[in-house]
Structures are given as structure tokens and as C-alpha cells.
């Protein structure tokens, strides 16, 4: 991934970091949780060759300032829009990643109008969704957790772009808090008007039988689609084989998937 400038701007009280790649139809990338853009690895590139890529730091993280404010998916969401407005876009596809995906997920349902299509990667539609181990990894994030977590990649990444190293403490906590409130959306996908892509990996940090029931809630799985396809839905899911929840997006296999679906397919 090329290094680009980093733009900041205000939405919502608080400040956001995004970089821009390539030309032609907007695509927002939105990292997991402690990451930042780079989680996305070669995906940028290969989704840049044909697409205005927007990556955006989310809340805290990243290039973006630590933000003084409780971190949740819907008020992210809400940054995710005024963003959009800001850069004048209109309506964009929004692909997002585990917690980005969430956030995605809820600019889908809380600002339809804006969403023309939803990439969902290692996104479950609620938090029992994820396996169990997962739920117990969440609930057991504490204050220790921070200086924990400085042995791994995503603080590495953290220290080479943070404005202010010295706020990841303030990140850790303010994700571990949302990493314990329950969820459960699961009404508000039959609602989703916009086509939705669904991926995961086989080896994924939830089961398949969770992204399935998610697809079948989007209306999709549910009939055959005929020699004429006219029994498809608009809606895609794709399961990368030998991909886990800590590698999917650096695999090409990712970009492979979705840009037919980029291009309307």
C-alpha cells in the first residue's frame, strides 16, 4: 500500500483520519477493532485499481485523534455519515471488517440512504453470533489489557501512525467497553434494501451456520435460483477457504470476491 496523506476532519465532536487511493466509484474501508487501514494489507491496491478507496480510521483509532466520548457502533456510524456528507459522496459502498463491519452494518440500517452497497467481512448481525471463546476473550478485556496488547501487531501499527502513542490506553478501554454490550440486530436486516455481501473465512472467529442465518434473514439461501437466475436476491455470501479471523484481509482471495460484486454482480 503506497503511503498517501492523511486528511483529518471534524464530525460529531470529534476528529477522523482518512486516506484516499485511486479513482472511480467511492468504496469507505473500515477496520477491526485497535486496527487502523493497514489491517486491509494488499486489499487497498487491488480495490483501489478500479475504485475511489476511502479508508477511515474509526474512533480513537489509528490516525484519528483519541475521541473523549463512550465508543458504540451507532455513533460511529452516525461519523460515518457525516463523513460521507462532508466529502460530498452522496452514496457510497461501505466495506467493513469485524468491528468495522458492524459499523458498517448499522450505516446500512440507520442511513440507508447514503449506502449503495454493504461489504460485511467477519460481521455477525449479534454479539452472541461470535463462538463463545470470542464472547469470553470480550468480557475478559480489563485494564490490564492495554499493556497486554502492546505485545501485539496492532500496537506496532498503532505506534508507527498515532498522533498521540501515549492514548493507547484510552482506545483499549474505550473498545473493551463496547466489546461487552449486547446486541442483537437481527430485526433490522429483513429491512436492508441496499445489496449486502456477506464474507467470511472457514476458520473465522463465528460459525458459518451464523453467516448463513444472516443470509437468510437479507432474504437469500432460502429457494433455487433457476436457469434464469430469477430467483436470485442482490444479496452475496462468500466463505474464503483456509482464511482466519486474523488473516482474511490479507489475502487476495478477499478483493477476488467482492469486486464482482463492486461491479454489480
Known amino acids: 500500500m503506497t503511503a498517501n496523506a492523511t486528511e483529518i476532519v471534524q464530525v460529531n465532536g470529534i476528529e477522523l483520519g482518512y486516506q484516499t487511493f485511486g479513482d472511480g466509484p467511492p468504496v469507505l474501508l473500515l477496520h477491526g477493532g485497535f ?6 494489507g494488499p486489499n487497498v491496491d487491488l480495490l483501489a485499481e478500479g475504485h475511489r478507496v476511502i479508508g477511515v480510521d474509526l474512533q480513537s483509532h489509528g490516525r484519528s485523534p483519541a475521541a473523549d466520548r463512550p465508543m458504540r457502533f451507532e455513533t460511529m ?10 466529502l460530498g459522496l452522496g452514496r457510497a459502498v461501505i466495506m467493513g471488517f469485524s468491528l468495522g463491519g458492524g459499523v458498517a452494518l448499522r450505516a446500512a440500517i440507520q442511513h440507508p440512504e447514503v449506502v449503495e452497497r454493504a461489504i460485511l467481512v467477519s460481521t455477525p448481525f ?7 471463546e470470542m464472547v469470553a476473550g470480550m468480557e475478559a478485556m480489563g485494564p490490564d489489557t492495554a499493556g497486554f496488547l502492546m505485545q501485539s501487531p496492532m500496537y506496532e501499527a498503532y505506534q508507527r501512525i498515532a498522533p498521540t502513542v501515549a492514548d493507547w490506553p484510552i482506545l483499549v478501554a474505550q ?31 463465528l460459525p458459518p451456520s451464523h453467516v448463513v442465518e444472516f443470509f437468510r434473514l437479507l432474504g437469500g ?7 434464469d437466475r430469477s430467483g436470485m436476491t442482490p444479496h452475496r455470501l462468500a466463505i474464503l477457504p483456509g482464511v482466519t479471523h486474523y488473516d482474511i484481509n490479507l489475502q487476495p482471495s478477499l478483493s477476488a470476491a467482492v469486486i464482482p460484486f463492486l461491479g454489480g454482480g
Do not use: Q, T
Not at 486496527?35 to 486491509?40: A, H, N, P, T
Not at 449479534?126 to 463463545?132: L, N, Q, V
Open 35 to 40: 486496527g487502523s487501514l493497514e489491517m486491509f
Open 221 to 227: 439461501g432460502l429457494r433455487d435460483a433457476n436457469w
Open 126 to 132: 449479534a454479539r452472541s453470533g461470535w463462538y463463545p
Open 175 to 205: 473498545v473493551a467497553e463496547l466489546l461487552k454490550v449486547d446486541y442483537d440486530w437481527s430485526d433490522d436486516i429483513p429491512k436492508l434494501a441496499m445489496p449486502v455481501m456477506l464474507v467470511i473465512g472457514d476458520a473465522d472467529g
Open 77 to 86: 456510524a452516525d461519523d460515518i455519515a457525516a463523513l460521507m456528507a462532508h
